[in-house]
């Protein structure tokens, strides 16, 4: 096993709360402020976590339920931060009944993490994803940009190396 999963503590800076209460200032009396806000929140630290949405709802007036509601509803916002590596296993169909699921699988037992953490060491990060648009190479995964293709169990150890 890579690296076990522990809880994460929220790490955020002056710099980065400052940045934020910049962009909240500058948007939060526009119309349909809150989708941009949350957006520009997350390009600033990374991720969405429960400090940074009290944030956004102390400054804005928005009930911290709606917020969390909106970040818990589009798959854009994360919860928890990404690793350096983001891999994302495709679970759809084609891929699912070529044996994807199993990929998925070895992963988490692999990284010792569930879909949705972060390794500890902040490497890697597991996510699983309905389509990646590559059914023809199916099973598929992808780390951050690379697509890897017609992949069995057998590949991850080797994958899995390159990122070392």
Same mark, same amino acid.
């Given at each position: 096993?890579?690296?076990?999963?522990?809880?994460?503590?929220?790490?955020?800076?002056?710099?980065?709360?400052?940045?934020?209460?910049?962009?909240?200032?500058?948007?939060?009396?526009?119309?349909?402020?809150?989708?941009?806000?949350?957006?520009?929140?997350?390009?600033?630290?990374?991720?969405?976590?429960?400090?940074?949405?009290?944030? !956004?709802? &102390?400054?804005?007036?928005?009930? %911290?339920?709606?917020?969390? /509601?909106?970040? $818990?509803?589009?798959?854009? =916002?994360? +919860?928890?931060?990404?690793?350096?590596?983001?891999?994302?296993?495709?679970?759809?169909?084609?891929?699912?009944?070529?044996?994807?699921?199993? !990929?998925? &699988?070895?992963?988490?037992?692999? %990284?010792?993490?569930?879909? /949705?953490?972060? $390794?500890?060491?902040?490497? =890697?990060? +597991?996510?699983?994803?309905?389509?990646?648009?590559?059914?023809?190479?199916?099973?598929?995964?992808?780390?951050?940009?690379?697509?890897?293709?017609?992949?069995?169990?057998?590949?991850?150890?080797?994958?899995?190396?390159?990122?070392?």
């Amino acid at each position: 096993m890579l690296s076990k999963k522990t809880t994460v503590q929220f790490t955020g800076t002056e710099e980065q709360e400052k940045e934020l209460l910049g962009v909240i200032n500058e948007l939060k009396d526009e119309k349909g402020a809150l989708m941009p806000i949350l957006q520009r929140a997350q390009d600033i630290y990374g991720y969405l976590p429960i400090e940074v949405q009290k944030i !956004i709802s &102390n400054e804005t007036g928005i009930p %911290l339920e709606k917020i969390y /509601g909106v970040t $818990t509803f589009y798959s854009q =916002f994360n +919860l928890s931060p990404k690793g350096r590596y983001r891999i994302s296993v495709c679970l759809g169909t084609a891929c699912y009944v070529k044996g994807s699921g199993d !990929i998925y &699988n070895k992963l988490m037992e692999k %990284l010792g993490i569930v879909g /949705g953490e972060c $390794t500890s060491d902040g490497k =890697f990060s +597991l996510d699983a994803c309905r389509c990646v648009g590559a059914c023809g190479l199916a099973p598929v995964m992808m780390i951050n940009d690379e697509v890897y293709g017609r992949l069995t169990v057998d590949d991850i150890d080797d994958i899995l190396a390159k990122y070392e």
